[in-house]
């Protein structure tokens, strides 16, 4: 997320679990001041996102982005949202 920022994009999060559980989690893990935005997930969302990052194939299709795999819990050897990057950068937005 430092990475995508420093590059002038804008962060949002959003997930299932709704608003308030997505501003828990970044705030547990020390994301906010990354984070531009918090949201239930909501395929009318707005602002419209360029990029997402996300598990569910059809927003990724949608949207454009990076498919991942569903979270289920913390994983040291985690690389996802690190090939989320690449391809950014692959696109030439990083």
């Known amino acids: ?27 547990t893990h020390g994301l906010a001041e990354w984070v531009d935005g918090c949201f239930d997930k909501d395929a009318r969302v707005e602002p419209r996102p360029d990029f997402i990052v996300d598990d569910d194939w059809y927003l990724v299709e949608k949207y454009g982005g990076h498919l991942v795999s569903q979270y289920k ?22």
Request: glycine content about 8%; cysteine-free; aromatic content about 8%.
């Open 1 to 27: 997320m430092q990475r995508i920022k420093a590059a002038g994009h804008n962060v949002y999060v959003w997930s299932a679990g709704g608003k308030s559980y997505v501003e828990r989690v970044v705030n």
């Open 73 to 94: 819990a913390v994983d040291d050897s985690d690389r996802e949202l690190l090939n989320a990057t690449e391809r950014l950068a692959d696109l030439g937005f990083l």
